[in-house]
């Protein structure tokens, strides 16, 4: 895909799934001694599953090895195809994240057209109603000409379908060819924005400049010891 945000190189004919990767990404994260993984992915739509069962496999094969490792998948949208998020929320990860990136008002202008701010709170929304246990996650950037209410709004549309956390990061322009920054949002604004979740009923808020999508659960935030 093309968002213009996103410096990660796009492919018109990407090459076919190692089946060698999930075995081996679960040995590696093993033998390193993590307590807490984020697995992520480019988007495959070139895969008729969106990469799911790959995903999911490398999932079930980390906590085969070591069933106390925390694992965070941030996922693409898999086309909306809900089978596809049914299969990855099925898998046994912990956290199940994926980001509507921007407010809904400019999703056009940041997102590829193949994305689409509904789509990704469907995404959301049906994971958790697949495995209620579920801890639920998406992200925001800021810094691209959006207005405090529609930030607010998007807040309430994440808590309406039962999203756990949100993270706030600022937006910054990875090249030339891609979207200029519109401002570069205050750490007084980021912790104003941290506040208000929170108040709202977020679980989890991590906001600051530089603050990613990535950023991880500690272990007493999943409900783990």
């Given at each position: 895909r093309g968002c213009r945000f996103?410096?990660?190189k796009t492919s018109r004919t990407p090459p076919p799934l190692d089946d060698q990767e999930p075995e081996n990404t679960a040995q590696?994260?093993?033998?390193?001694?993590?307590?807490?993984?984020v697995l992520t992915t480019v988007d495959r739509d070139d895969l008729s599953d969106g990469g799911s069962h790959h995903f999911a496999k490398t999932v079930q094969l980390i906590k085969q090895k070591n069933s106390n490792i925390l694992v965070e998948c941030l996922t693409g949208d898999f086309q909306g195809k809900l089978e596809d998020v049914e299969i990855l929320a099925r898998?046994?990860?912990?956290?199940y994240a994926h980001n509507v990136e921007t407010v809904e008002g400019l999703q056009?202008?940041?997102r590829d057209r193949r994305a689409g701010y509904k789509q990704s709170l469907s995404v959301l929304e049906n994971a958790k109603k697949f495995?209620?246990?579920?801890?639920?996650?998406?992200s925001i950037m800021l810094g691209l000409g959006e207005r405090d209410e529609e930030v607010r709004q998007t807040f309430k549309d994440l808590l309406n379908i039962g999203v756990d956390c949100v993270t706030l990061g600022q937006y910054l322009?990875?090249?030339?060819r891609h979207m200029k920054v519109d401002s570069m949002v205050t750490p007084e604004k980021f912790e104003y924005w941290?506040?208000?979740?929170e108040s709202m009923g977020f679980?989890?808020?991590?906001?600051?400049?530089?603050?990613?999508?990535?950023?991880?659960?500690?272990?007493?935030?999943?409900?783990?010891?």
């Open positions: 996103c410096a990660v590696a994260i093993v033998e390193w001694g993590l307590e807490y993984v898998s046994g990860l912990d956290v056009r202008w940041v495995v209620p246990s579920l801890i639920t996650k998406s322009q990875p090249t030339k941290k506040k208000e979740g679980k989890y808020v991590a906001s600051g400049p530089m603050a990613v999508s990535y950023t991880h659960l500690r272990a007493h935030e999943t409900g783990r010891n």
